[in-house]
T-cell receptor
Framework: EDKVVQSPLSLVVHEGDTVTLNCSYE??????LLWYKQEKKAPTFLFML????IEKKSGRLSSILDKKELFSILNITATQTGDSAVYLC???????????????FGQGTTLQVKP | EAQVTQNPRYLITVTGKKLTVTCSQN?????MSWYRQDPGLGLRQIYY???????DKGDVPEGYKVSRKEKRNFPLILESPSPNQTSLYFC??????????????FGPGTRLTVL
C-alpha cells in the first residue's frame, strides 16, 4: 500500500530558529513529491521535487529529495511567526501512461513559531 | 483572477439527505480532484478526473459520486450522507504538462457536518 509519513507531527520553535521537516514515502512507481503549506485554509503549493539531490529554494525555505532512501526534507531558516502552519508532503505515483491526478498526502506537520 | 471555487463553504445537513458540493475552476485545467481532510489523517483523495468524462477513484471513494461533464466543473455528490462524512472537503485542479499536473491549486474548502 502506498503511504507517506511525516515527522514530527508537531513542532514548537522560537523566531529565528531553523527547522527541518521530514517526509518519508513508500510508493509504487514514484513520479514526484510535493510540499504544501496550509494556514487555516486551503493548502498552497511550495515545491515539487522529481530528481534526487537537487535543492529547490524559495527565500528561507528549501527542500531536497533522496530517491534512494525515499525521503525528503523541508528546511526553514530564520523562522518567523508567519511560518506557523501545517506543512503537507504529498507524493504522486505514476501509472500506465503517467497521466494521473493522484496524490497521496502525509498527515502533516504542525509548526508553531513563537515570538 | 485564476481560482478554484467551491459552494457551499459551510453546510449542516441530516443523515440521508442528498447533497451536492460544486467545484469550478477558471484556469482551463485538465485535472481535478476532491479531497477530504480529517484531524490526524491528513488529506485523502476521494475521486479525481483527468479530463471530461474521465474519472477514477481515489483512496476513499465510498459514499461519494462525481461527474465531469464540463472541463471547468467537478461536482461532488453525496447521495445519502452519513455522520462519518462530516469533514472538510477540498476541490483542486492542475494543468496538463510534464510535471505540472501535480501542482494542484486548491479551492477554499467546504466544511460539511452531517447530523
Amino acid at each position: 500500500e502506498d503511504k507517506v509519513v511525516q515527522s514530527p507531527l508537531s513542532l514548537v520553535v522560537h523566531e529565528g530558529d531553523t527547522v527541518t521537516l521530514n517526509c518519508s514515502y513508500e510508493v509504487t512507481n514514484f513520479r514526484s513529491l510535493l510540499w504544501y503549506k496550509q494556514e487555516k485554509k486551503a493548502p498552497t503549493f511550495l515545491f515539487m521535487l522529481t530528481s534526487s539531490g537537487i535543492e529547490k529554494k524559495s527565500g528561507r525555505l528549501s527542500s531536497i529529495l533522496d530517491k534512494k532512501e525515499l525521503f525528503s526534507i523541508l528546511n526553514i531558516t530564520a523562522t518567523q511567526t508567519g511560518d506557523s502552519a501545517v506543512y503537507l508532503c504529498a507524493v504522486c505515483p505514476t501509472h500506465g501512461s503517467g497521466n494521473t491526478g493522484k496524490l497521496i498526502f502525509g498527515q502533516g506537520t504542525t509548526l508553531q513559531v513563537k515570538p | 483572477e485564476a481560482q478554484v471555487t467551491q459552494n457551499p463553504r459551510y453546510l449542516i445537513t441530516v443523515t440521508g439527505k442528498k447533497l451536492t458540493v460544486t467545484c469550478s475552476q477558471n484556469m482551463n485545467h485538465e485535472y481535478m480532484s476532491w479531497y477530504r481532510q480529517d484531524p490526524g489523517l491528513g488529506l485523502r483523495q476521494i475521486y479525481y478526473s483527468m479530463n471530461v468524462e474521465v474519472t477514477d477513484k481515489g483512496d476513499v471513494p465510498e459514499g461519494y459520486k462525481v461527474s465531469r461533464k464540463e472541463k471547468r466543473n467537478f461536482p461532488l455528490i453525496l447521495e445519502s450522507p452519513s455522520p462519518n462524512q462530516t469533514s472538510l472537503y477540498f476541490c483542486a485542479s492542475s494543468p496538463r504538462g510534464q510535471g505540472r499536473r501535480n501542482e494542484q491549486f486548491f479551492g477554499p474548502g467546504t466544511r460539511l457536518t452531517v447530523l
